[in-house]
């Protein structure tokens, strides 16, 4: 059974640093492309980033640009999302996801509030 | 660029069908998209793949009451035999070098 489980979501003041992790299980995860994606309290859906399953591509939403840094350990089957320079409009849960074939995987999400 | 567009808002009666709309903007209408059903409190989980053609795989476990179906750029989740724990917010999806999300729409059973 494929388990996405993230954490190390929390509060955190504006220009402030978080790292959330991806705990993957279940599948061969070095096949894998894996993303982020975040909803933030009562909107919809968006897409943060995405890594190839070597890391040899990487992408982000203009909106997280320059501020955070996608990466994943393959030996370890885990994802990770490093947030620097965080703003009040960071503050969502933060789901990890995959397609494998035709299905996508979700996480349960991890919540990240940026607040003074 | 890529657009997904969907109603903000979808009701209808318990028992009853429901369709729910996701139109891709100009140029896309080839696109498969994903439907994705995430209820109050919890996360997205998948419900199905949808090419342009109308054929489409549903993820484990979801009921036969979930179909698919497609016309176009328009890319179509009917619900039939509507429960009460079908009422959450659907979500379409396509996906390349980046995903892209619709708006998404709220389902109200009655």
């Given amino acids: 059974e494929v388990q996405l489980v993230e954490s190390g979501g929390g509060l955190v003041k504006p220009g402030g ?87 996508f995987y979700w996480g349960q999400g991890t919540l990240v509030t940026v607040s003074s | 660029q890529l657009v997904l567009t969907q109603s903000p808002s979808a009701s209808a009666s318990l028992g009853a069908s429901v369709k729910l709309t996701c139109t891709l903007s100009s140029g896309h209408s080839s696109y498969a998209i994903a439907w994705h059903q995430q209820q109050p409190e919890k996360g997205p989980r998948y419900l199905m793949k949808l090419n342009s053609d109308g054929s489409h795989s549903k993820g484990d476990g979801i009921p036969d009451r979930f179909s698919g179906s497609s016309s176009g750029a328009e890319r179509y989740l009917t619900i039939s035999s509507l429960q009460s724990e079908d009422e959450a917010d659907y979500y379409c999806q396509t996906w390349g070098t980046a995903w892209v999300f619709g708006g998404g729409t709220k389902l109200t059973v009655l």
């Fill in chain 1, 17 to 103: 640093s978080l790292r959330l992790s991806c705990a993957a299980s279940g599948f061969t995860f070095s096949s894998y492309s894996m993303n982020w994606v975040r909803q933030a309290p009562g909107k919809g859906l968006e897409w943060v980033s995405s890594i190839s399953s070597s890391s040899s591509y990487i992408y982000y939403a203009d909106s997280v640009k320059g501020r955070f840094t996608i990466s994943r350990d393959n030996a370890k089957n885990s994802l990770y999302l490093q947030m620097n320079s965080l703003r009040a409009e960071d503050t969502a849960v933060y789901y990890c996801a995959t397609r494998r074939v035709d299905t």
